[in-house]
């Protein structure tokens, strides 16, 4: 009878840790730099894209009332998977007025993890559309050829780019396809977009009066 082969096991790193190396690893390939230089001219497109929303909003439908209505007239599951809907790919109606709106049931906590939930799997299906979006000619051409060099950036340090999108009003949805787009490790997604259910719980405690 032949012995047993005792392999040693692999070993489990440290949470703490892995976030040490992944500091690190953004401060010697310049991972920070990229992003503030990313938010710069993400912060000229999201003017445009603000002033296009503004001159929807006032001059052809207003979104918060949109939001108010569905919020005040739908079942609260029919108002949950409006945001769910909205959170794929575009992200048009503001979570916080979900937020908001939880407050007003029987338990806003619940409904709070609810939401946080949806958009997180919202953003997972953008992920997906993103994907199949890079199938197509013109924006594979894009990506791979005429701004190869942005998009692998993007493709190197696009955690950042998640978490930082997950946590403040970035648009979660369009980072998310975007991500997809280029071909982001999806398992660093899934990771990475985790921190949008902090976002939720931080807006809902403030919300709420919590702190």
Do not use: C
């Amino acid at each position: 009878m032949k012995p047993r082969l005792h392999l040693p096991k692999p070993k489990i790193r440290p949470f703490w840790r892995s976030v040490h190396l992944t500091h690190r690893f953004y401060q010697i390939t310049g991972g920070y730099k990229f992003l503030l230089e990313g938010l710069r001219k993400l912060g000229w497109a999201m003017l445009v894209m603000g002033i296009g929303l503004w001159a929807l909003n006032t001059y052809v439908i207003d979104l918060t009332d949109i939001a108010d209505w569905i919020t005040n007239h739908l079942p609260w599951y029919l108002a949950a998977a409006s945001l769910f809907v909205s959170e794929i790919v575009i992200g048009f109606l503001p979570p916080d007025l979900f937020i908001l709106w939880s407050q007003s049931l029987p338990y806003p906590w619940l409904m709070v993890l609810l939401l946080s939930v949806l958009s997180y799997l919202a953003g997972i299906v953008s992920y997906l559309i993103g994907e199949r979006l890079h199938h197509l000619p013109k924006v594979h051409e894009w990506i791979d050829i005429k701004f190869a060099e942005q998009f692998t950036q993007i493709r190197r340090f696009g955690g950042l780019l998640v978490v930082l999108a997950a946590l403040t009003p970035l648009p979660f949805p369009i980072i998310s396809t975007i991500a997809g787009m280029v071909g982001y490790r999806f398992r660093w997604y899934l990771l990475a977009a985790l921190t949008r259910f902090l976002r939720f719980a931080l807006y809902a405690a403030v919300i709420f009066g919590l702190v």
